[in-house]
C-alpha cells in the first residue's frame, strides 16, 4: 500500500501513462455520532468492515487507482488490498469534509489524474455499477442520482477544482448548489445511505 504524505512533493511516477480518472473513498471522519465500541468504519456489515465494503466496491469498479483519504482512525479490512491502494493522509481531517475532498484530490494529481470520482466510506451500499456510471459522465460535474436524490459518487472534472471551497464540511455540495450548470445527474442502482449511527448499522444489520 502506497501511503502518499500531505508535503509530498513526488511527481507521477515516471515511464507511466497517466491516469485520466481517479477514484477517490473518503474515510477520514470522527465518525462522532457512532456509540459502537469501535469507529463507525471498523464496524462490520455482513462479516466485513464498512470501509472494508466502500472500498472493495470502488476497486471492483475498476475506474482507475483508487486513494483512501484517512485521518488519525486506523482503516481496518484492507490488509489484502495493500497492493491496489494508495493511502493519502489528512492531517486536516478535523476540520471538515473539504479538507479530504482536497487531500484527495492532491494525491490523485499526483496520480496524473484530470477527474476524480468521490465516494464516502460509510456509504456500503453504492454499487460498482453507479462508480462506473458516474466515472462515464462527460459533464464537469457528474453526481449519481438515486430514485430522483442526489448521493454519491461524485465526479469532479480538474476544471471544477477551483471552485471547491477551502473550508467546511459540505464537501463538493457548495459548487454542486451554486453552479447547477455543470451539474449532470446520473441515474444509479445501489443506494447512498450512510452508516452515521449504531442505530443505522443495526437496522441494515437486521435486514442481512
Not at 465494503?53 to 470502488?58: D, E, K, L, N, W
Request: a negative charge; glycine letters at 10%; one cysteine or more.
Amino acid at each position: 500500500m502506497e501511503t502518499l504524505d500531505a508535503d509530498d512533493p513526488r511527481p507521477s511516477r515516471s515511464g507511466q501513462a497517466p491516469a485520466r480518472t481517479v477514484a477517490v473513498v473518503l474515510g477520514a471522519g470522527g465518525g462522532s455520532r457512532f456509540e459502537g465500541p469501535t469507529h463507525k468504519l471498523a464496524a462490520t456489515l455482513d462479516g466485513r468492515p464498512l470501509v472494508r465494503i466502500s472500498v472493495g466496491t470502488a476497486l471492483a469498479a475498476d475506474i482507475g487507482p483508487v486513494v483512501v483519504v484517512h485521518g488519525d482512525q486506523p482503516l481496518p479490512g484492507l490488509d489484502d488490498l495493500t497492493d491496489r491502494l494508495h493511502l493519502a493522509y489528512n492531517p486536516d481531517w478535523a476540520a471538515g469534509q473539504i479538507t479530504s475532498v482536497h487531500r484527495g484530490i492532491a494525491a490523485a494529481t499526483e496520480l496524473g489524474a484530470d477527474a476524480v470520482v468521490i465516494g464516502l466510506a460509510d456509504q456500503p451500499f453504492v454499487t460498482a455499477d453507479a462508480w462506473r456510471a458516474v466515472a462515464a459522465s462527460e459533464a464537469p460535474i457528474a453526481v449519481a442520482t438515486y430514485a430522483g436524490r442526489r448521493g454519491n459518487p461524485v465526479r469532479l472534472h480538474a476544471s471544477t477544482w477551483p471552485l471547491l471551497p477551502r473550508e467546511g464540511d459540505e464537501g463538493a455540495r457548495a459548487v454542486i448548489r451554486m453552479r447547477p450548470d455543470l451539474v449532470e445527474p446520473v441515474p444509479c442502482t445501489g443506494s447512498a445511505a450512510d452508516i452515521d449511527t449504531l442505530e443505522d448499522l443495526e437496522r441494515w444489520q437486521s435486514k442481512s
